[in-house]
C-alpha cells in the first residue's frame, strides 16, 4: 500500500484526497497536501452544504496532525470560499479540523485526553507543541463540552476546598451523586457563593432538586433552604464523627494535664489509638490501649461512647435515629470531663433534621473528598495556579467526565 492510500484511510478526508506526500529532511516535517474530490463544499460557520463553491480564493492552510512514525506531519490544503445564504461569503469547511483551528481534530483529541493524566508542560513536550497552544485545545474543548451539558439534578453534594494558602483561596465544588462527576465549582465558600450555582441552574431546575449532602456551614444551609425548599439536607456523616473524634481529643487533652506522674505518661501518645476505630486497629496496638482504658475510667467511658455512635447511621427510620441519639446523649451522664461530649450532643439537637435525614437518604460526601484531593493534585501538578479560572477549567476537564468532541 502506498503512503497516500494509507493515509486517506487513517485521516477523516470525506471529499478530499491525498495529492502529494513529501518529507522536509531539514525542518524534519512530513506535509500532506491534499485536494478537493468533490464539487460540493460546507460552509464554516453554520455547517450549510453546496453543490458549488463561490471561488477559489479562500488561500492555502496549514494543520498540525498527529507525528506519523515519529515524523512531525503537516496537512496543506487550498480553500475555497462559499456563498452561504444564511452567512455570506465564508471560507469552506474541511472534515480534519475545526472551523479556524490550526490543528486537526485527531490531535486535539490526543492532546486533550493525556492532558487528563499530565501537566500541560508535559503534553507540550509530548507533541513538541506551545504551552499555549495546548491550553487553547483544552479550553476550547471543554468549554464547548460544558455549553452541551444540560442534565437535570436530583441529588448533589456540596463542599469546600482550599487550593493555597490564604483565607481568600476558596473554591465551592458541586457534586452529582447519581452520576458520580463534578457540575458545578465557583470562587468563594459563602452563601453568594452557593446562591451563583442556584442562579445559573435555574428555578425550575433547581426545584427538582431532592437532597442535598454538606457540611453543617450556615451559608450553604441558608443558600438551599432559599433556592431550593423542596430539598431535603442531609449532613454529612463523616463531618459529625470528625467533630465527635475533635470531642474526645479534648476529653484526651484534659485528663492529661489533670493528672500528672505516671498517669501522665499512660496518657501521652495515645491520641490516635483513640480515635481509631476498633475494628481499624491493628490487634497488637489494642493491648496500650487496653492498658489506658483501664487506668482511666473518663477516657473509657468517652472511647466506649466514641465507638457506640457508629450505630447511628444503620437506622433507616427517623424516630428511631432520634430514639438512639436521646438514649446516647443520657449515657453521658453528669460528669463535667465529658463536656466536650455534652456539647457536641447540643449541637446534633441543633442540627437533628439533617442529621436524620441520614436514615431516609444514606448520602455521604466520601467521593466528594476523594475528588478534593484530586483537585489538590492538580493544583500541585502545575505547581498552583495564579488564575483561578484556569484552576477551574482543569477541575472540569479531569473531574467533570464531559464528552469532549
Known amino acids: ?142 468549554s464547548e463540552a460544558l455549553a452541551r451539558k444540560k442534565r437535570v439534578l436530583r441529588r448533589i453534594g456540596v463542599d469546600e476546598i482550599c487550593y493555597g494558602r490564604g483565607q481568600q483561596k476558596y473554591l465551592t465544588i458541586v457534586y452529582d451523586h447519581d452520576r458520580g462527576e463534578v457540575v458545578w465549582v465557583g470562587e468563594g465558600r459563602d452563601k453568594q457563593t452557593l446562591d451563583r450555582f442556584f442562579a445559573e441552574l435555574g428555578p425550575r431546575r433547581s426545584a427538582r432538586i431532592q437532597a442535598v449532602t454538606l457540611d453543617m456551614a450556615q451559608g450553604y444551609i441558608a443558600s438551599v433552604k432559599q433556592n431550593a425548599p423542596a430539598a431535603v439536607l442531609v449532613f454529612d456523616r463523616f463531618h459529625i464523627e470528625r467533630h465527635l473524634t475533635e470531642a474526645v481529643n479534648e476529653v484526651r487533652k484534659a485528663e492529661f494535664w489533670r493528672h500528672g506522674g505516671q498517669m501522665r505518661e499512660i496518657v501521652r501518645g495515645k491520641k490516635w489509638l483513640l480515635l481509631t476505630r476498633r475494628t481499624r486497629l491493628h490487634w497488637r496496638r489494642r493491648g496500650p490501649l487496653d492498658d489506658l482504658l483501664r487506668l482511666n475510667r473518663t477516657l473509657a467511658k468517652a472511647y466506649l461512647l466514641k465507638e457506640d455512635f457508629a450505630r447511628l447511621w444503620g437506622y433507616r427510620s427517623c424516630n428511631g435515629a432520634a430514639g438512639f441519639i436521646s438514649e446516647w446523649a443520657r449515657k453521658l451522664g453528669r460528669s463535667r470531663r465529658l463536656d466536650p461530649l455534652r456539647r457536641f450532643v447540643g449541637m446534633l439537637w441543633s442540627h437533628l433534621s439533617g442529621v436524620l435525614n441520614y436514615a431516609t437518604w444514606p448520602l455521604t460526601n466520601a467521593a466528594l473528598e476523594g475528588n478534593n484531593s484530586r483537585i489538590r493534585g492538580l493544583s500541585h501538578r502545575a505547581r498552583g495556579y495564579r488564575n483561578k479560572a484556569n484552576l477551574i477549567l482543569a477541575i472540569f476537564h479531569c473531574c467533570g467526565r464531559l464528552a469532549l468532541e
Request: hydrophobic content about 40%; proline content about 3%; some cysteine.
Open 1 to 142: 500500500m502506498q503512503v497516500s492510500s494509507l493515509l486517506e484511510v487513517v485521516l477523516p478526508l470525506q471529499g478530499w484526497e491525498v495529492a502529494k506526500v513529501q518529507f522536509d529532511g531539514e525542518g524534519g516535517t512530513l506535509e500532506v497536501r491534499l485536494r478537493p474530490r468533490l464539487q460540493g463544499v460546507r460552509c464554516s460557520r453554520c455547517g450549510a452544504a453546496r453543490r458549488h463553491c463561490h471561488d477559489q480564493r479562500g488561500g492555502e492552510r496549514r494543520w498540525r496532525e498527529r507525528d506519523v512514525f515519529g515524523v512531525r506531519t503537516v496537512l496543506v490544503a487550498k480553500l475555497r470560499r462559499v456563498d452561504c445564504r444564511e452567512c455570506g461569503i465564508r471560507t469552506e469547511a474541511v472534515p480534519w479540523a475545526r472551523p479556524g483551528s490550526r490543528s486537526s481534530r485527531g490531535l486535539e483529541r490526543a492532546v486533550v485526553e493525556l492532558a487528563r493524566n499530565a501537566s500541560l508542560s508535559a503534553v507540550a513536550r509530548h507533541f513538541r507543541l506551545g504551552w499555549k497552544v495546548v491550553f487553547g485545545m483544552v479550553k476550547r474543548l471543554v
